[in-house]
């Protein structure tokens, strides 16, 4: 390389051109972001909102440019340059379901997808966001990437996902992808809530703007993600924001409103009756102790007196405006986003206490509306050509939100435990079973972010064959978590009530990139080419956290410093990664590329005695067929086998002790006691894939057909060994013994179906399968157990367990008591805890050019949920299953055995949890050019949008979707916000 820049610094040919000129659709429409580039380099510039490009500085003589995008076939032409002039060269593009010459996201950089070995999923997120209107970046992804699961945790407005990528590999480290914005790492936690209300958590992915992004790839995999380095086994999901465009300025202004409702049925709160009005329920019949002769239910949640769910609104508005001239081009951008969630004080309630108040007191806002989102994000991106050779990208984001959280889920403040495990008297406390609306919403939960991300990108390219980039930036969060309960307000649990309670989180959180690497490329012959990459890279994470907790707060206090009891918490977490890499690729005719890659890691979290850590890869591509027309335009085998993989904790290798109060005759003294034995030897998990696959493009570019397979196993997997007590340690210890297992394969087609003036059909169908096992949990662990799930050696990761049972109406009298269970000694394997099976599709409706209407239909399957909402109810005797006598056999046994009998299971409430979702519909009306100029705009549309419309599932809990706990497997349904829906209207103007 180092030759190379000795080249490169020659003088460059005094005598260049320029090329421009415009890309259009078949039709004659312009195309913008159209990648516009000299064949064999790197040289290239993408089209405007008019389709027009200029490349300047090209060399005299004939040279041959490429225009390419995704959803279109590429096309290549050769023109010849004149010395100082302008030549004007144009593309007409067709529409293909196959794009192998669009360019993909790579560590190296940007390449044609017909060179990569693997699969990338692309996603157009800038559609995306105009005529479905999603509610946050996560919900653009779901459904669009074939392996990728989008795990929704509640319907709760703010709350978050977890993002799975062709499964879970690790038993202990995070399951989460690596995250790229812009070229540098950024914060992708998953579970950043800490309010302590229940399993309700934030994702940082959800903090990016949809409206301001471009396009989202994901790279999935070690195969894909080696070049990435430690921390990518999980794979990668690479944003890109809006840039600017050259010409002139470009105005785009929206707004949004609609409504999120919840329309789950929740259940009655049951009780038998005996005809004095005593309790008498199902099993006390069975035994003869009593005769039913009704039932007496009642139901908070659904009784229009007394619940707290309402309608909430969710609201933006926004405006950007890209622009700019062949040197410098800007895209500037500002929105305001408000959701209000479901939950709300009933409007008796809110009177009442208004009655007890001075005249003028006014509720505050979060008593009115505990779940509520407010966001504004600022963007400003700009691009500068600083000569023909040198160019500069500056990416600038800002966030400042709010999110204020209700009490929930495995908590007994939320409304839906109190709601679900209330009693059966409307008339006692409106059958609220702990406390009432009025008293939990007391309590204020909120998280407060405000969010810098920055990148700045150097892109010099000295000769058309060689260019150098190097990207560095920051991703910095500052967090506050306040949950407060004001002396004389809310429920007395605990007697916060008569004290006062406040614990205030401060957080701290940066994320650093430097990433620094070159690039040759350029023909060895007329046949072969060759792609040489070196680079290095450097990521810092950094976070600090304070933790402060006051008791006993006085009246009107809002600040720990006034409290009587004090805690205080203190933490510091960092992770350094240095790593190294070099990529060489051969091409031969431009149909066959072969691919071989190293990286080298070095990272803080590594054992003393453990210094780095090597990722290899190598893969081929082959264009097997590329033609036009007839049953099969082109076919691309390809396969690629890689290595990645997950850093420790940064504490888990470390040895470290904490601090204890001793007593001692002449006072308190200070002690320590070891926290963390530590493991010099603590490497990271190293997960191995290979993949392979083909794409097709058949009848003319109509559709497109990819299938992929994968096989990812992970070695040494990081699992806690229990050490000997003689050792005088704690009692466990992190150490590299595990191994695991996934596989699975992948695939879509799609195209159009129908395509004249009237009518447009383009569809898309897309899925994937998912298996894993545990290979290995080490010599003498056993089976690492959490609840009613476990990973057990053969069997998948996380997979539900319990005791077995069999029931049978002995004496045939309709009933089923505990003498007629039996009961397994030992558990049984259940099922898988995560879908296996995944299925979208999506169809796109276009009506002359007036109307579009889409949909998208979401599947999972092959799985099973644990209904633990209906177990305890169960448990706490409020079950219709435990009360009506007319409960159908298999529902007695499922409730006796889970509530009565001396040895219970769980076995009965996991259940399969297949559903079918009609996850987005929408309705996109587009005005006509002169209704628009109407209002000064060159373009308007207005599109009517649906989310969570519709479910078919044969689960009997609320929603088999959600996710109620924060744990890396951890699965249940467990008195948690289902799913809401949405109904929105957003009107776009562009100028």
Known sequence: MAALLLLATTPLEAQTGTVQGQVTNQAGQPLNNVLVSLVGTNRGVRTDSEGRYEIPGLPVGNVTLRAAVIGYAAQTQTVAVTAAAFTTLDFSLQQAAVSLDALVVTATGEQRAVEVPNVITSVDAARAAEEVAPVSLSSVIQGRAPGVQIINSSGTAGTGTKIRIRGASSMSLTNEPVLVVDGIRVDNRSNDGGLGVGGQTISRINDFNPDEIESIEVVKGPSAAALYGTDAANGVIVIKTKKGRVGAPVFNIYGEAGVV??????????????????????????????????????????????????????????????????????FLSAEYEREDGVYGLPSHTRDSILEQRPEGYQIPGFVLNPNQVTRVSLRGNLNAQLSNTLNVQVNTGYVDGKIFLPENDNNVLGMLPSGLLGGTDSTDVGGWGFYTPEEVFWIENKQNIQRFTQSVSLNWTPTTWLDFRGVGGVDYSG??????????????????????????????????????????????????????????????????????????????????????????????????????????QFGYNDRLFVTAALRGDDNSAFGRDFDYTVYPKVGASFLVLDQRGGLLDNFRIRGAW????????????????????????????????????????????????????????????????????????????????????????????????????????EGGINGTVVRNALLTWDFSLTGSTNSSEVIELGEGVEPIVFGNQKHQEGYPLGAYWDFPYTYEDADGNGFITTDEIVVGDTTEYLGYSRPRYEVSLFNSFDIGS??????????????????????????????????????????????????????????????????????????????????????????????????????????????????????NFTSWDFLTQPQVSYWTARLQLTF
Not at 314 to 323: F, H, T
Request: overall charge negative; glycine content about 12%; proline content about 4%.
């Open 479 to 584: 967090i506050s978590n306040v949950s407060f309960q004001a002396i004389g307000t809310g429920p007395s649990f605990s007697n916060y009530k008569a004290d006062g309670l406040r614990g205030s989180d401060k957080i701290a959180s940066w994320e650093y990139t430097f990433d620094f690497g070159g690039t040759a490329q350029f023909n060895l012959t007329d046949q072969l080419s060759s792609r040489t990459s070196v680079g290095v890279q450097y990521f810092r994470s950094y976070r600090e956290t304070v933790n402060t907790t006051g008791q006993k707060l006085p009246p009107g206090a809002g600040s720990n410093a006034s409290a009587t009891d004090q805690f205080i918490g203190e933490s510091f977490v960092e992770s350094r990664t240095l790593g190294t890499y070099i990529e060489q």
């Open 261 to 330: 409702s919840d329309r789950n049925a929740y259940p009655n709160n049951y009780r038998g009756l005996a005809s004095d009005g005593s309790t008498c329920m199902m099993y006390q019949v069975a035994s003869g102790s009593c005769e039913q002769t009704g039932l007496e239910y009642a139901n908070p949640l659904e009784s229009k007196s007394t619940t707290p769910i309402t309608n909430g609104g969710r609201y933006q508005i926004g405006g950007n405006v890209a622009g700019g001239t062949s040197d410098v081009q800007y």
């Open 642 to 745: 890689g290595a990645s993989g997950v850093q420790p904790g940064t504490n888990d290798a470390v040895l470290y002790y904490t601090g204890i109060a001793l007593a001692e005759s002449g006072g308190d003294a200070t002690g320590v006691v070891i926290s963390n034995p530590g493991n010099p030897d603590l490497k990271p998990e190293k997960s191995q894939e290979w993949e392979a696959g083909f794409e097709a493009g058949l009848f003319g570019g109509r559709l497109g057909l990819d299938v992929t397979y994968y096989s990812r196993t992970t070695k040494d997997a990081l699992v806690s060994r229990d050490l000997a007590p003689s050792l005088g340690l704690t009692t466990s210890r992190f150490e590299n013994i595990g191994k695991t297992k996934n596989s699975g394969l």
């Open 850 to 967: 007036w109307l579009r209407i889409s949909g998208l239909f979401d599947y999972r399957g092959g799985h099973y949920q644990y209904n633990n909402t209906e177990r305890f109810r169960c448990r706490f005797r409020t079950c219709e299953e435990l009360a009506d006598v007319n409960t159908p056999l298999d529902g007695q046994a499922r409730a006796t055995v889970a509530a009565l009998t001396s040895r219970q299971t769980t076995t009965g409430y996991v259940e399969p949890a297949w559903f079918i979702k009609l996850r987005e519909l929408s309705f996109t009306f587009f005005a006509p050019q002169g209704l628009a100029r109407l209002v000064g705009a060159s373009r308007a549309s207005l599109t009517i949008a649906g989310r969570n419309l519709l479910t078919f599932t044969d689960y009997t809990g609320l929603d088999p979707e959600v996710q109620g706990t924060t744990g």
